[in-house]
């Protein structure tokens, strides 16, 4: 078996420099893999006197493998951004222990199970979740069948249910909602509001203006549902805000959903002292819901992130906990509730990103906002993971890769 060394490289969006491409790993010099999956980019080769590209992504492939021949590699970004791309080098090094694997030297390398370990994802696997059985294997199972976390320490496990709950180690699907389709499609007001490179943007301050998009976490699948209940009721929504105005210390909303007992207004404020505060409206806790004030001082164009996690209370059966996030710090929580969010009404589940949607309206008040990132899952992250995300420059974790962490 071949051992496999993974890294996690950035694309950037200009022509190679020597100085700046990256050398295979030691001993990882038989074969390279990238994953050229959600990236556009094109891949360069140094020969020692001159770059040569050697790839240049069509779309049409989904990794891109090859002999390692060149000294050097670069990835460029075929964006006006900078991308993370995976790359997997493989040695030539035949293993007895198919478990035998190392991990990247980057910062931001991630666990990666040895290729042979892998099942290949088919069509008919659609909507399974990559799980650990109780015999170490890798399957693609559906929601509701049981698996096998393995704890940090490699000895033994805790059984689950079909990816939901907080852990590491658990699958918990994420989805961008900036990312869909739909919502490109339902920007209002679209000469002051747009969705570029993934980045919801609001340009006017104007109320008149000012505008939102809107997605169905229904009919995307992002959400599921006995009846109109959310079911399970355990979610994570993740986020990065910018206010791109000056904003005052009341509710300025920047996205969410309204519904009576049933909402999630994401509003922010600026505290007396120069901060920015993360102060949603969550189900019926109008006037009672957790805030959390940053750690970075505010500034226009400064992005922060914001997460909210709703999950099972220990012990409990019917009571949830309620957490909320700023810069990767828990600022209050709520616990032991059960109260419904999330809910749909009249058959429909609207979720607003920039003014907060109210049924196929837009209303809302405060500074123009930008938003990158903004990811809904059914499954509760913990505080480390919440961190994670946090912790991320680029402001491109997914949810599904930091429940892993």
């Known amino acids: 078996m071949k051992k496999s060394k993974l890294l996690r490289k950035i694309a950037y969006p200009a022509a190679p420099q020597h100085a700046d491409g990256f050398v295979p790993p030691a001993g990882h010099t038989f074969k390279m893999s990238v994953n050229l999956r959600d990236t556009s980019i094109k891949v360069y080769g140094f020969d020692g ?18 002999d390692v021949t060149y000294q050097k590699y670069y990835f460029e970004s075929k964006t006006t951004l900078p991308q993370t791309v995976r790359v997997s080098f ?11 694997f190392e991990f990247g030297a980057t910062s931001n390398t991630r666990k990666l199970h040895h290729f042979d370990d892998v099942p290949i994802y088919r069509g008919v696997d659609v909507g399974k979740f990559l799980t650990i059985m109780s015999d170490g294997t890798l399957r693609w199972l559906t929601e509701g069948d049981s698996y096998i976390v393995e704890s940090e320490g490699g000895e033994g496990g805790e059984e689950g249910q079909g990816g939901n709950g907080g852990g590491g180690g658990q699958v918990i699907p994420g989805t961008f909602l900036e990312e869909l389709s739909t919502a490109a499609n339902n920007i209002f007001r679209p000469a002051y509001n747009s969705i570029t490179n993934g980045i919801f943007t609001q340009s006017s301050a104007v109320a008149t203006q000012k505008g939102a998009t809107k997605v169905d976490l ?24 910018a206010a791109e105005v000056n904003i005052n210390g009341g509710y300025n909303y920047c996205g969410g959903r309204f519904e009576s007992n049933e909402e ?4 922010m404020g600026k505290t007396g002292d120069g901060y920015l505060r993360f102060q949603p ?23 922060h992130h914001c997460a909210v996690t709703y999950s099972l209370s220990p012990g409990y059966t019917d009571k949830y906990d ?9 600022g209050g929580e709520a616990l032991q509730k059960s109260f419904h969010v999330l809910n749909k009404s009249n058959g429909n589940i609207w979720f607003g990103l920039g003014m907060a949607a109210y049924g196929a309206a837009f209303n809302g008040t405060g500074g123009a906002f930008s938003l990158d990132s903004v990811q809904l899952s059914q499954g509760a992250l913990t505080e ?3 961190a994670a995300i946090a912790a991320q420059s680029d402001r491109q974790m997914s949810i599904e890769t930091a429940a892993l962490q």
């Open 90 to 100: 493989l040695s030539s090094e035949n293993k007895e222990d198919i478990h035998d």
């Open 264 to 267: 999630l207004r994401l509003a």
């Open 218 to 241: 229904d009919v995307e699948g992002i959400m599921s549902y006995s009846g109109n209940t959310l079911d399970p009721k355990e979610w994570t929504l993740s986020f990065w805000v």
């Open 281 to 303: 409206i969550i189900g019926n806790l109008w006037t009672g819901t957790p805030k959390a004030k940053s750690t970075i001082p505010f500034a226009t164009g400064q992005f």
């Open 49 to 66: 006197s001159s770059w040569t590209m050697i790839h240049n992504t069509d779309g049409v492939i989904s990794d891109f493998i090859t």
């Open 322 to 330: 309620l957490k909320i996030f700023i810069d990767g710090v828990k």
């Open 384 to 386: 480390a993971q919440v």
